[in-house]
């Protein structure tokens, strides 16, 4: 039963029973109609709904939305709950969210524990509240707030609910809470719909709209919810439903919802290899080498989970300029409000830097974040071997390097894994865990179970250049500059990335990060570059001519100020002079075709990757472009964006491109074959 009720005195329970979220699916939505009935017939005082497991409800079940929905329609259950002579009271514990904060809207009185959280997070789904969201919650909390919950998607604090009066009461015990109120007092309480509607502003209308576009640009959901309340307000709540259900229903089949439902499932299902099954390791204390910006948001996320860390330094100014990052973050964190005073003191309590390697010997994981030089990597692993026990595990921050050189520097490599962290390390949620020749399960285990106790995404992966996502990344920056050298300009190409969906292009991100990173990649693969590839030298010049980016006040573009970016001639320049060297005729590539190739690039590459078992389903690939690389969400990442175009066309395209550089644009044979086959990316492997 994924719905229980009981009967004490005159007073009904019901629990919504439906492990491990409390997801509202069609069992739950039979049970609770059936409960509404239950109660009428039994003539009880009160109703009082909550979850089993410390959850109310997460939410109408995603997993019914590729399929038709199945009566009861949780509008009508929730309805018939709004209609009852018998007042219903939500008791709120863990979560109520979306369908479940709806079921709380239907109710009479809602009260919440303290450390519960209500909200609707339908937008982040791709879709709008369906079950009356959109028409209780602005009679409740009002219109501004309204619009900011719904098109934002963010969950409030019980706290925060009761100050804009979403909920009655906090109680430590939300049942007992329940209980406890006057009958009278509930039998006064007017049903949210009842209440009347609030007045249609129409700048409160506008200031929602610029809010949306500044921060959800490109996503149709959060824009829709605004329009559904807008066109509603003040409709007779029948009719406000209608068109509410009606939104839902085609937002639920579009493709914005479909990518994002993919990437929510896909998010939780990153697994171990079937054939991995060994138990992780206990780790209590790691050391972490390096205090740098790397260095220490390992450090931090690492404490943030528990564990007692150690960051290894050099000298003593690396040991200082540790302390003062580690001490930093915490104090942003405390800023935040991210954690209080308790937690920042037992955080530091469990932290320490010295350059004295002898103070990690009873850790039982290192990780080292070092300067990314292979000589450097090979030095610190020796002395790890020597300073840590036998069996520690011992994994590199790499963003680059060969995972098995590294581990050919200590006498059992098996220990060795790699664990590309994201900066900034601690609020990044994406870590490719880079698993050598030679890796054990244990190592690729504990890396992995560490991950999800960092609350991040582990995605296994083999060991290549740049492994996933910077692999993806050096096609990307390939495939842009030799489109700036064959006719464009850095800024066409950003402002053509951004149109797709990318937060920003791939010049803007570089001048960012820095231009000297990728320059001392490629010299580093300058022996083993296939010397008949063709190779763009504009990145060079750029070098050569002190232009690295935001730090130097001029990159791709510059900075007078220090902030303010301006378009930079003499980089336009660049382009056209290199391609005159070249004998290279320009064309004039409009976004379209700009956007074309960049992205086929990375398709090609990702299928070349998925083809040599790097990456192990085109789903991994999906988690790290979008979560590590700026993928638009929306769109599911780059794989599940190949599937919408179809894989047929691609090939057709790639091999047009083909024509104009047969070493670049080679078609993927994993492509190739489900073009033969007929089938998606995503069932290739
Ligand atoms: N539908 C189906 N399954 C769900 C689900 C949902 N709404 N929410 C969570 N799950 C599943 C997860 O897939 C996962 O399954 P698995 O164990 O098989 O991998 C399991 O529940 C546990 O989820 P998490 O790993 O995310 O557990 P956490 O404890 O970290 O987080 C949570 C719990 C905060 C509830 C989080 O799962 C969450 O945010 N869920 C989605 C909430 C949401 O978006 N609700 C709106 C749904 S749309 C809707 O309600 C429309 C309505 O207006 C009609």
Redesign the pocket.
């Known amino acids: 039963m994924s719905v229980t009720t009981r009967q004490e005195n005159n007073v009904g329970f019901v629990e919504i029973d439906n492990a491990?979220?409390n997801?509202?699916?069609l069992s739950v939505r039979q049970g609770l109609l059936e409960a509404v009935g239950w109660a009428e017939r039994l003539m009880l005082e009160r109703v009082i709904v909550h979850g089993r497991g410390g959850?109310f409800a997460?939410?109408?079940?995603?997993?019914?939305?590729d399929a038709p929905p199945v009566e009861p329609h949780?509008?009508d259950v929730l309805n018939a709950i709004d209609k009852s002579f018998v007042p219903w009271v939500a008791a709120i514990d863990?979560?109520a969210?979306?369908?479940?904060?709806?079921i709380a809207l239907a109710c009479r009185m809602r009260i919440m524990t303290p450390s519960a959280?209500i909200g609707?997070?339908?937008v982040?789904?791709g879709?709008?509240?369906?079950?009356g969201?959109t028409q209780r919650l602005p009679h409740v909390v009002g219109l501004a707030n309204s619009l900011e919950i719904i098109s934002g998607g963010k969950?409030l604090t019980a706290q925060a609910a009761l100050d804009i009066g979403l909920i009655h009461d906090i109680d430590d015990d939300a049942l007992h809470g329940a209980f406890m109120v006057n009958t009278e007092e509930l039998g006064c309480v007017v049903p949210a719909q009842d209440l009347p509607a609030p007045v249609a502003d129409p700048e409160v209308f506008a200031r929602a709209r610029k809010q949306v576009s500044l921060k959800s640009p490109g996503q149709h959901a959060p824009r829709r919810a605004i329009d559904v309340i807008e066109t509603t307000i003040g409709l007779p709540i029948d009719e406000g439903l209608a068109i509410e259900r009606q939104t839902?229903l085609e937002l639920r089949d579009s493709d914005q919802a479909k990518s994002l439902r993919h990437l929510?499932?896909a998010?939780?299902?990153t697994k171990l290899p079937a054939d991995v099954v060994t138990d992780s390791a206990e780790l209590v204390h790691v050391a972490v080498v390096g205090g740098g910006t790397m260095g220490s948001g390992i450090a931090y996320a690492l404490l943030n989970a528990g564990l007692t860390v150690t960051i290894l330094e050099t000298d003593d100014a690396g040991v200082q300029r540790a302390n003062a990052n580690v001490n930093s973050i915490v104090e942003a964190s405390l800023k935040r409000g991210l954690i209080d005073r308790l937690g920042a003191d037992t955080r530091l309590a469990r932290f320490n830097a010295t350059t004295n390697y002898s103070s990690v010997s009873d850790a039982t994981l290192a990780i080292e974040a070092a300067f990314e030089s292979m000589d450097v990597k090979r030095v610190v692993f020796a002395a790890l071997e020597k300073a840590l026990p036998a069996d520690a595990i011992l994994a590199s921050n790499t963003s680059y390097l060969d995972v098995n050189d590294i581990a050919s520097a200590v006498s059992d490599p098996t220990r060795v894994i790699g664990l590309h962290f994201f900066a900034p390390a601690h609020i990044m949620k994406l870590l490719e865990v880079v698993r050598g020749d030679e890796t054990s399960d244990i190592a690729l285990v504990t890396c992995f179970t560490l991950a999800k106790r960092l609350?991040k995404i582990p995605v296994t992966v083999g060991v290549c250049d740049g492994f996933v996502g910077n692999r993806i990344l050096a096609r990307y920056r390939e495939a842009a500059d030799t489109v700036f050298m064959d006719g464009s300009t850095p800024w066409d190409i950003d402002e053509a990335m951004v149109e797709f969906g990318y937060a920003m292009g791939p010049y803007t991100a570089q001048d960012l990060s820095g231009l000297d990173i990728a320059h001392a990649n490629r010299r580093r693969q300058d022996a083993t570059r296939d010397p008949e590839r063709r190779y763009i030298p504009i990145a060079d010049r750029m070098v050569e001519l002190g232009k690295l980016g935001r730090k130097t006040g001029a990159g791709w573009y510059r900075y007078p100020d220090g902030t303010g970016r301006v378009d930079d001639p003499i980089v336009a320049d660049l382009g056209i002079e290199e391609a005159h060297f070249a004998g290279i005729k320009r064309v004039d590539y409009d976004a379209d075709e700009i956007r074309e190739r960049l992205l086929l690039a990375m398709i090609n590459e990702a299928a070349d990757i998925l083809h040599e078992g790097i990456a192990r389903s085109a789903a991994d690939i999906d988690l790290v472009t979008v979560f590590g690389y700026g993928f638009p969400r929306w769109r599911g990442g780059l794989m599940h964006y190949a599937d919408s175009l179809g894989v047929s066309d691609i090939v057709l395209k790639l091999q047009k491109l083909q024509n104009e550089d047969g070493i670049a644009w080679r078609v993927s044979p994993l492509l190739m074959r489900c073009a033969e086959q007929g089938i998606k990316i995503r069932d290739a492997v």
């Open positions: 491990p979220v997801a509202i699916g959850m997460a939410g109408a079940d995603a997993r019914e939305f949780l509008p863990g979560v969210l979306g369908g479940g904060a709806e959280r609707f997070p339908e982040t789904l879709v709008i509240p369906g079950a969201g969950p839902f929510f499932f998010e939780r299902n609350r």
